[in-house]
């Protein structure tokens, strides 16, 4: 009997023990559930948004037609798929992300596009002043009428990423995890909704004020030319109502993406004082064929020109740079341009052959 409330005590321990181990596991199981349902959720989200990228990718394809790359662009060639890699897209990760971010938030873009106008406008006086100055060489024997009264001054300027900021469509691109197709770029010109690059108002009203014609030529596509005008007098960057300065693509038979012919008819009639642009296409022809070396060195070449009478503002999200690591095959599918654009880069380990 005294071995009695031994026994009880024993029984009671190895009872309360079982318990004890009875919720940890219970816990533990749950903890369990819970981590399934979560990674459940999880995959259900990557699933759909894995169906809205090949959605996406079919409509693009279904609507993709051969049309110009961007506005700054050279034909595109046909045939050939709009790519984009399905099992590689998230919304986190794009090509454009940190160049976007830059331009619509970094001190230093609106600093450096301030800084590219007001050199601009400085050498505006001096322009005017020589009357054998121009910003266009071909034009340099040609500089009067027929009647041998000089040629009345223009300035010419670009207008995406020199008048008109459009990294809201490249974050819309970079949101929606797709890429350029001439379909939603158009969508977003006819939505007007570029704003003004900083500094470029200030100049256009200076060069205006000192009677100096401000023509626009741009890579937007002749059907897309209303549109850019409401938006430039939205912005107020030309006058409502005013002569047409726009001079677009394909606007006349001649005036294709090699914005030369373009220079031209502008030299016809006026001493080019100033240009200015986003792209080396906006001041000499180093469109397809060119390579990145070849354009470097068409730069190279004209070096003395830039801050005197060229003024270059900063486009590190698309543009002629960015299309020659891929020989301008715009249609090439996305992990291709990223192969092609990784070939081009130099490292410590890279043989110096520049
Ligand atoms: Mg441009």
Known sequence: MRLLPFFMTFVIVIF???????????????????????ALAKAEKAAEGLRQVVERVKNEQATGKDES???????????????????????????????????????????????????????????????TWTAFAAQQDKLTDEDGKP??????????????????????????????????????????????VPGAKAFLDACRSAG?????????????????????EELHLIPAGGADVILSKREQEDWTSDKTSRREFVAATHRILLMVGDDLNDFAYAGKNHTAASRRKIAA??????????????????????????????????????????????????????
């Open 16 to 38: 309360a023990s079982g318990c004890g181990t009875a919720v940890q596991e219970l816990a533990k199981a749950k903890q369990q559930q819970a981590n399934a349902e979560q």
């Open 69 to 131: 790359n961007h506005s700054t662009g050279e034909d595109q060639d046909a045939g050939q798929p709009v790519g984009e890699s399905v099992d590689e897209a998230t919304p986190l990760v794009h090509e454009d992300l940190d160049a976007t971010a830059w331009v619509q938030t970094s001190a230093e873009y609106p600093s450096i596009t301030l800084q590219t106008y007001r050199a601009a406008k400085s050498r505006l006086d001096a322009a005017l002043a020589d009357s």
């Open 151 to 196: 040629l009345p001054p223009a300035v010419i300027l670009d207008v995406d990423e020199t008048v008109l900021d459009n990294s809201g469509f490249q974050a819309e691109l970079i949101i929606n995890g797709g890429e350029y197709t001439p379909d939603i770029w158009h969508a977003w010109v006819e939505k007007r909704k570029a704003r003004p």
């Open 212 to 232: 100096v014609t401000t023509y626009l030529v741009t890579n937007r596509e002749f059907k897309a030319e209303e549109a850019t005008r409401k938006n430039l």
């Open 301 to 354: 070449e004209n070096n003395s020109l830039f801050g005197d009478k060229w003024f270059l503002l900063p486009n590190p999200n698309y543009g002629g740079w960015e299309r020659s690591l891929y020989e301008f095959n715009d249609r090439l599918p996305r992990e291709k341009k990223l192969q092609a654009k990784h070939a081009g880069l130099w490292t410590s380990e890279t043989v110096d052959s520049d």
